[in-house]
T-cell receptor
Framework: KNEVEQSPQNLTAQEGEFITINCSYSVGISALHWLQQHPGGGIVSLFMLSSGKKKHGRLIATINIQEKHSSLHITASHPRDSAVYICAALKSGNTPLVFGKGTRLSVIA | DVKVTQSSRYLVKRTGEKVFLECVQDMDHENMFWYRQDPGLGLRLIYF???????EKGDIPEGYSVSREKKERFSLILESASTNQTSMYLC??????????FGPGTRLTVL
């Protein structure tokens, strides 16, 4: 079983819908990252969080340390949000990230 | 603006060839990473480095080696390319446990 699990694997939404992507992890972590990968390959970091909630524009990331669960929400989704969203756990200090397999999101106009 | 660059976006090589993939970052980061990404498998760590001349094996190091002679440059070497090494290769760098910055990726095809 992977240490970091994401759901759903694929998601199709209509423009304007509220979207939630889930990430569960089975190890102790010091932080959790959410990343976005557009077609063409480039990956950008969206959030790094270790507690509570962070917001950037229409994106909101939350984490519940006790439940070992994080969510990425997209409000008022738009076709340009179509991408693969990846969560990754930082176990401790200076160790490599452990990645989920990603959620492929398609937003249809 | 921070930048991680990779030597090629697309590369086609023949089985048995020696392949060099180069990654350069301009952020003075200590930590650099090489990943491969395959459909359904996600990002998998090949090798990483926390300092010059230092390297650590990741989850799938077999068939690969790395070189870090300068802080800004981290090279991935396929000693004898095989078809199962056809993949997207991504380099990343970070300063301690902070945001990871990724390069644009190299799509390698081994024929």
């Amino acid at each position: 079983k992977n240490e970091v699990e994401q759901s759903p694997q694929n998601l199709t939404a209509q423009e304007g819908e509220f979207i939630t992507i889930n990430c569960s992890y089975s190890v102790g972590i010091s932080a959790l990252h959410w990343l976005q990968q557009h077609p063409g390959g480039g990956i950008v970091s969206l959030f790094m969080l270790s507690s509570g909630k962070k917001k950037h524009g229409r994106l909101i990331a939350t984490i519940n340390i006790q439940e070992k669960h994080s969510s990425l929400h997209i409000t008022a989704s738009h076709p340009r949000d179509s991408a693969v969203y990846i969560c990754a756990a930082l176990k401790s200090g200076n160790t490599p990230l452990v990645f989920g397999k990603g959620t492929r999101l398609s937003v249809i106009a | 603006d921070v930048k991680v660059t990779q030597s090629s976006r697309y590369l086609v090589k023949r089985t048995g060839e020696k392949v060099f993939l180069e990654c350069v970052q301009d952020m003075d980061h200590e930590n650099m990473f090489w990943y491969r990404q395959d459909p359904g498998l996600g990002l998998r760590l090949i090798y990483f480095s926390y300092d010059v001349k230092m390297k650590e094996k990741g989850d799938i190091p077999e068939g690969y080696s790395v070189s870090r002679e300068k802080k800004e440059r981290f090279s991935l070497i396929l000693e004898s390319a095989s078809t199962n090494q056809t993949s997207m290769y991504l380099c990343a760098s970070t300063l301690v446990p902070d945001t990871q910055y990724f390069g644009p990726g190299t799509r390698l095809t081994v024929l």
